[in-house]
């Protein structure tokens, strides 16, 4: 019996496939490149899955690999990039899983607003031109300063940008025309203080609260994620009020099982959504998870990819530390060459860790978003806050090095 996992995020697939070996099921991965699982794969026992290397963007050819899968039974896609073609193949392929036209709402971001807006859950419209211009005047005239423009079917805060002035909107508008999108570039406000994730487990539409990241970004106008910590300790009628909020919001979108990551600003009037992703939060968040409840999660994503009720949604987990995670960019783009002061590690409080995503001579290009981070330090403590302390004097001891890019004229 084989669950079929469509690429993965970069962390948490070893408890993954310990979630299916708990649940008798065979875990078979299917990447472009196992070098992105090298830090995951390392540390599995040889044969401990199934690992079959192919071009992931050709679903065609996904599908018929999976299409001679004995007793295939499930299948996951928990990264943006391969969520629609994940939903394509499950309805292929008659899995249980959501309706494809649920994710494919999901993945655009201005839809989603908009859907919200006519619920009533979100102050704000996304809006962008029927002709592909005329951003600029909308924005000014139906949206206001600040706002925020950005990519319909963005990830990792790639290709956001803050207006806070007319000078600030042209200049976007001009850098926008010169990127790649993977969807539309639209408009929608900006709303000021502190950013969280929710991280949320729905089933038959109800949805359960697991907890709650707080997500320290870097300074305005950029949108770097550095600094994550997991659970933020809520007074209980907040908590509460939110787990029924996040409820009517997913219930809005028609997002009626499975794991959500669910990004929020608390306002001075309330909470407000930034983005809905239909997964498990990614870098190190799912491992937070783990240890914080002190269950394996994944056995839920398992679970609900068999088309069964998760566990999950009744039981009551032990507990466990509270963790933190800071993501490690160096001081400069360039070739990546490693890491200095990681023998530092071992005698500082929270047992931090460096979890890599770089392998020397990797070129890191980009510093302004979460493509320019080389690996994370992880740390641990009673507390969300201690847990972040922690992680931070750990991230403070190590340098990420690069080298300047080699000169292509060979000077």
Known sequence: MTVACLESLTFGLGHLVRAADTLGERLLLLTGNPDWYAHELDRL??????VVETDTFDTER?????????????LISSTDTWTLAGADLIARLGLP????????LTRDKAAVRNRLHGAGLTRGRAVEPATGSGLRELLLKDVGLPAILKDTAGTGSQNVWLIRDEPELDTALEEAAGRELKGRLFAEPYFSGPVYSAETLTWAGRTRL????????????????ETTAFPVAFPEPRRASLERWLGDVLAAIGYTDRFAHVEFVLTATGQEVVEVNPRIGGALVGEGLCRALGVNVYEAMIETALGRRPRLMDAEPPGGPAVAFVLGYPAAPGVFTGVAGLDRLADMPGAPAWYPVRRPGDRI???DDSRGYAGIVYAEAETAELATHRAVAAANALRVLTTPFPDPSGG
């Open 45 to 50: 026992p040889a044969g401990a899955l199934d």
């Open 62 to 74: 996904v599908a018929g690999l999976l299409h001679h899968v004995p007793d295939l039974r499930g």
């Open 97 to 104: 899983g959501l309706d494809p036209a649920v994710l494919r």
């Open 210 to 225: 697991l907890g709650v990241s707080s997500r320290l970004m870097s300074p305005e106008p950029r949108f770097r994620e």
């Open 365 to 367: 290009e980009h510093l």
